[in-house]
């Protein structure tokens, strides 16, 4: 049989890419994914069973998934001007945003440092990719914003609000204004939106190229994967051409809608961990050597003496974080953690004493 060689096919640019980085986690206290720690109560555990148990999974799924989106319109409060997109998660989201715009002259357009799927799909979509920086306090300059897309032209410009990795929210008369010079598509990401309190959603009618995207992974459902994006009919119209068909299943559309039907239970919980937010910046000030950077998310990014050391002596205490060292100049020596149940915080707080400690 003749042997075919992966590299006589596979894109060069494919084969020059990394995959997206997932950590081993066993036995470890998990705080580098942005996970909602807590599991949803006992009572609802077992009305989703009984929906489950309900389900034609032997059918398609209803591709325009009626019911669900009905119920997120009302949950999210979705202005009338504008129609729902589901995804498998909004990174599926982000790849048909790029997907309906690119071609080899295309330029996708993001905030820099931000989520890396932006230029993951980007590079996968053969477009061009222009990260535009944040200050050195994470701030967005519009002017340069600005003056950057005149420049480039992008088709798409992604803001991502609060920004992950630094956590912060940038000012919203700054993205009004970039807003309203963007010459294509802006894309407000609000993954994060339930800890921050502040969401461009309502600005949709004011603003007819922009759309809101988001996503229940954040809020407690990360395994579920659904994301949604709100945008005017005529875009969403096109942006449907590209999704495949049946990308949310039977189980996902019937497991979210009995979720949104108690949605308080999420929001109970980000409640919760904004609480233990504040407690753990606290606790984090106090100690030297650390500079915890403010966050409107369930995580924190923080400036510790060698990202490295910091990274392998909470490893080795059982805490499992992100170091974030490398991936961008203003994120030198920095790692990301998760916000996590107050037990698993506690543990965290103490392998940082333990490991600042270490390091003398
Ligand atoms: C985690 C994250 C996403 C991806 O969310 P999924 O819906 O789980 O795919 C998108 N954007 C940002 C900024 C994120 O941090």
Known sequence: MMSVDPTQVIRADIR?????????AEGMVK?????NPHR?????REEIAGVIQGAEINRYPDPDAPELKKSLREVMKVPDCCDLILGNGSDEIIAMLINTVAGPE????????????????TVIARAKYVGVSVEEDFSLNADQVIAAMQEHRPAILFIAYPNNPTGNLFDEHVIQRIIGHAPGMVVIDEAYHVFAGRSFMSRLPD?????VMRTLSKLGLAGLRLGYAAARPEWIHEIDKVRGPYNVGVLTQLVAQKILDHHRVLEEQ????????SRLEDALHSMRGIKAFPSSANFVLLRVPDAQ?????LKERGVLVRSLHGAHPLLDRCLRFTV????????LLEAFGKTLAALG
């Not at 996708?108 to 799909?121: C, D, G, L, N």
């Not at 603003?207 to 759309?211: E, N």
């Not at 050391?309 to 002596?313: A, D, L, P, S």
């Open 270 to 277: 980000a409640q919760e961990i904004v609480a233990e937010r």
């Open 309 to 313: 050391k910091v990274y392998t002596g």
């Open 207 to 211: 603003f007819p190229h922009l759309v």
């Open 40 to 44: 949803l109560p006992q009572w609802l």
């Open 16 to 24: 020059a890419m990394m995959a997206y980085p997932v950590q081993h």
């Open 340 to 347: 996590g149940t107050r037990e698993e915080n506690d543990l």
């Open 31 to 35: 705080l580098d994914a942005m996970e």
């Open 106 to 121: 295309t330029v996708i357009m993001a905030i820099a440092p931000t989520f890396v799927m932006f230029k993951i799909s």
